[in-house]
């Protein structure tokens, strides 16, 4: 009996749509998901804010206990080793090489002739396998590709150490039929594919991705990507409700946790919806889009709806306040949800400032546990503890509470850089809730950790005054 290996890319393709905008909570509950699934593989977004990205893959790496975390590696070496140093905190890291192998994608996208990009697959294929065991080659557009140079390009990144490789029908050209078919042709044509995991990546753009994967699991192939949430890909709840019923006429086997499909399905999908809730200016009882745009013309009725429909209680004060800050901020660039909750959190409640940052000190690696170390100063006093987490940011926030004696939870954590280069300002919005109401703080430096720290100690700061004064 054959074992298929599913490999997850709805982190992937959350972050290649661009009008998903996951926060970093969400991101790490997505990932959570699932490897509880036992999921084998999960495919991150490329590295493309070093900061930002590496930050997010570090806390994911050592929370994973079943699943492969695959990183996509860009085209440099440069960019494979900045991959491989953020997931390697991951029980089972795998670097992926993905590069097109067809005359159209090889010209102009990548400016190289075939033979140079030859020159690429095996550079940057050997490389990755000499800093990582589990290296994956992803043949981007291949049905579309000349197919005496797409085995060559196969071969050449067997020969260079890829473990898995991946056919990509990019154009979303071909038929259950016609893909089933390809992929005995790779498996006669070299005969070292059938001893590696052959991966069929099969598109959506005919509505038959579903059928394609069933066809390419006939014809050979090991390994199926899926997602959930995204029309691109198969659907993951439906290729394994296929599984489940006929995975014995195809004499395979799995490891994902069916039964628990939907369940989880349905929790990613709230996350990955493209309504992600609805408008920021409709129903006060949705979430707010990221997507959906507050213009220069709103009033400070229409504003107020935002606030309610975001989950906050301001004061009429604070509301003015907010209403103000939106005018300035609407009259340059439109307003959506993340931008109105930068300006709840730097312009509503303002208080005067119970703790303090003194100094922190973290430590997180591939072979230790995340640790903090933590100083904070109240009034005279200096409070510091030593915490454990699940990355260095859980560790950070569990080392605070340790301080303080409480636990407040998390509601969302995002980050984002503002500015760019090494030397680029993070920009970090920590969400607390407190005795079911809402409470923000807003944290900047050059570091992402610090500005993670300063956030979760100004919403902090505005609980404590909350609690002491009113």
Known sequence: MKKITI??????ECARKGDIALSFKEKIEIAKLLDKLNIDVIEA????????????LRTISPLLMNSILSCPVGS???EADRAMKSISGAKKPRLLVSLPVSAVQMEYFSHKKPAQMLELIATLTAHCASICSDVEFAAVDATRADKAYLFEAIKTAIENGAKTVTVCDTAGALLPSEFATLIEEICEAVPAAKEVNLCAECSNALDMANACVFACIGAGATQIKTCIGSEALPNLEHVMKALQVKGHTLDVSYGVNSMAINHSANQILRMTSETHGGSVLGNAASTVSANVLLDDTADIAKVSKAIVTLG?????DDTSKVFEAFKNVSAKKQ????????????VAHQVPPTYRVQSYVLNSGNLISSTANIVLEKGSRTLKAVGMGDGPVDAAFRTIEQIIGHHYELDDF???????GR???????VKLRSNGKLYSGKGISTDIIGASIIAYVNALNKIVYEEENV
């Not at 906050?312 to 009429?316: A, G, H, Q």
């Not at 307003?335 to 730097?346: N, S």
């Not at 995002?414 to 760019?420: F, H, K, R, Y």
């Open 45 to 56: 977004a490329p590295v493309t804010d070093e900061k930002i990205d590496t930050l997010v």
């Open 312 to 316: 906050y209680e301001l004061s009429e």
């Open 76 to 78: 440099t070496v440069e």
């Open 335 to 346: 307003v959506g949800a993340k931008e109105l909750d930068a300006l709840i959190a730097t």
């Open 7 to 12: 490999a997850d890319a709805t982190l992937r």
């Open 423 to 429: 030397e680029a300002m993070g920009e970090a919005l």
């Open 414 to 420: 995002q980050i984002q850089s503002v500015t760019e």
